[in-house]
């Protein structure tokens, strides 16, 4: 039990059974807290934003508070390895190459947190990584790898159940109503009083919040990235990468890991804008193209022409930057912008700080921050 406010807080329901919702839930019920998580699909289901078996983990951004947020995210990654018994980080490195102004701008960040890295030659890195062509200086750090996702989702559900929990899967949430003692939680099955709601929607966060919570534009694409074969090295250990734009890359940047299905690679908020609930699921066959001809260009290491592609969705924010941030009885956490995995546990524990202490999330995700609305 904890206090919020004045009010004794001791049921949270939790809204939306991605990797932002469960690990809200995992959070809150490390804290005792009693726990409902609601998921309007089935466990493992393809229609939002986290399934599939990895995402890249990386510690290297250009700011200071997304290298902080990864290093704690990194600590609780390894607080649920442990607590569920499964690996869910592998780390064979990452790393960014291309325009030289923009892998340098990773390095002083890196280097503030005290987190190791190196910088390197072309030539040096080829050697190292031959299933990947550099032509800039490339900047890795051995602390990143790759979250295994799926697993991840199983872990946080499995673990808040463990602790107390319950996880609902196919119960949608209708509408949330504000009341005196806390909230009111429509759903498909019926209502749910509770005394606190966390929301974690992902790509139907305007849909659900749009009433209550005055979000800026919210832009849904589905993405497509394409698995490759691997002609050499497993997959297994491949480095996870960030190609930037500009040297001798011409075109949207790409970014690539490991994974069980080959080599995966993609561009980053590139696809079109869609409805999460009536998208077609099929990849445009020019955006196969391109990552093929890149995989031809870039990638020594895989067959080009073995390319698999899936679809994904990006919920982007007009900053690129998440949101996470609490009103009334509601704290919710949307925009995660193609690039919020690698944080899952941390988001978790900040909503969870936010839900119970009221404690505010950092000043670059909140709602009412500079440069939200002005895009
Ligand atoms: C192709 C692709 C590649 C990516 N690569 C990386 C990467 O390498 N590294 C990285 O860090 N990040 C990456 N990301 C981003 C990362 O996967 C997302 O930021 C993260 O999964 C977002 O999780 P979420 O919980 O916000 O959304 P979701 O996973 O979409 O979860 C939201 C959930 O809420 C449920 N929901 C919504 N409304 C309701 C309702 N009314 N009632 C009940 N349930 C509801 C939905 O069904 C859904 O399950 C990638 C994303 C994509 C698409």
Redesign the pocket.
Known sequence: MSTNGSTLVTHIVV????????AAAWALSRRGIRVTL????GPG?V??????S????RQAYSEDGYVALAARSFELWKELESASGQTLLTLTSALDHGDPEIVNARVKPLQDAGIPYELLTPAEAGARWPGLRFDTVVLTHPGAG??H?DDSLTALQSETVRLGGEVRHH????DIVNTSEGVVVR?SDGDIHADHVVV?????AT??LGEHIDLPVLRTTQ???AFFTPLKQDAGIWP?FVHHPGAELSTEGI?G?GSVEGIKI?EHATGPEVHPDSRDFIPLPAGERRLIEYAREWLPGVDADSATSIT????VTPDHNFIVDRRGNITF??G?????????PVIGELLADLALENIPAPDFLRLDREGLRVH
Request: hydrophobic share 40%.
């Open positions: 809204v939306g059974g991605g990797a932002m919702g469960s609601l998921e309007q699909f289901h229609r939002g934003a986290s399934h599939g990895s995402r890249i983990f790759r979250v996702a119960v949608a949430v209708l759903t974690a929607p992902g790509a139907w849909d659900l993405e497509q990235p996870s970014y890991l993609g994904c969705l990006y919920t956490a949307a995660f912008s193609g690039h919020g995995f690698k944080f899952t």
